[in-house]
């Protein structure tokens, strides 16, 4: 009689988790900070292409991803106008359990947040192991003020506290240089205030 009172509570959550995910990047400037990291962390450079994911990378379509990873968990639309849409994959992988957000402008994918949960001090130092290991040749990586670079550019970026979360991004793609052009312009427009109010650019970025 009543089974159908789950359905119905997964899919209120369902809608919850999506707005909130909405509202993190209802602004160009969610992206801030992860710009300021790029330029504050001292760059490890690998020889390996950083990747995603084996079967696509930085500028793969939404169709594509879909196509590999299968429907997402979540689908968020046009939050901002830079991102034209957030897909969200839940998944275990040994002991870690994983989310990805995957982030899309209109020249495709072009930043990954991938979050490691419940992840003990012991499995926290394997991870960082494991990313030195396939990056960096073994080489020390604490992944504090500490970032991944390959030769082209892509970078993976800490961020330890509170939880384990390893940023993938490439600051070349289109949507990053749209996201600093929004920068430079409500940095600019700050001085003059007569400019605040007539200037949708700005809007966005506020």
């Known amino acids: 009689m009543f089974d159908f009172l789950p359905v119905v509570r997964r899919s209120r959550a369902r809608i919850r988790y999506e707005d909130q995910v909405?509202?993190?990047?209802?602004?160009?400037?969610?992206?801030?900070?992860?710009l300021a990291s790029s330029s504050s962390y001292s760059p490890l450079i690998s020889s390996r292409t950083i990747l995603i994911h084996r079967k696509f990378e930085f500028g793969e379509s939404r169709k594509k991803v879909i196509d590999v990873l299968g429907r997402p968990g979540h689908s968020i639309h046009s939050p901002n106008p830079?991102?034209?849409?957030?897909?969200?994959?839940?998944?275990?992988?040994?002991?870690?359990?994983?989310?990805?957000?995957?982030?899309?402008?209109?020249?495709?994918?072009?930043?990954?947040?991938?979050?490691?949960?419940?992840?003990?001090?012991?499995?926290?130092?394997?991870?960082?192991?494991?990313?030195?290991?396939?990056?960096?040749?073994?080489?020390?990586?604490?992944?504090?003020?500490?970032?991944?670079?390959?030769?082209?550019?892509?970078?993976i970026l800490p961020t330890l506290a509170p939880a384990i979360i390893m940023n993938y991004v490439a600051t070349s793609h289109p949507a990053f240089r749209q996201i600093a052009d929004h920068a430079r312009g409500a940095s600019s427009r700050y001085a003059d205030p007569h400019d605040l109010q007539r200037d949708s650019a700005l809007h966005d970025w506020l």
């Open 22 to 34: 909405r509202e993190q990047y209802d602004r160009v400037s969610a992206y801030s900070q992860l």
């Open 82 to 155: 830079v991102t034209a849409a957030i897909l969200v994959y839940r998944y275990r992988l040994e002991d870690y359990r994983i989310r990805d957000e995957i982030h899309f402008s209109a020249h495709g994918l072009f930043y990954v947040r991938r979050n490691f949960s419940s992840v003990t001090t012991l499995r926290h130092a394997d991870l960082l192991r494991a990313y030195s290991e396939k990056y960096l040749g073994g080489s020390p990586f604490h992944g504090v003020k500490q970032k991944i670079v390959d030769t082209g550019g892509r970078e």
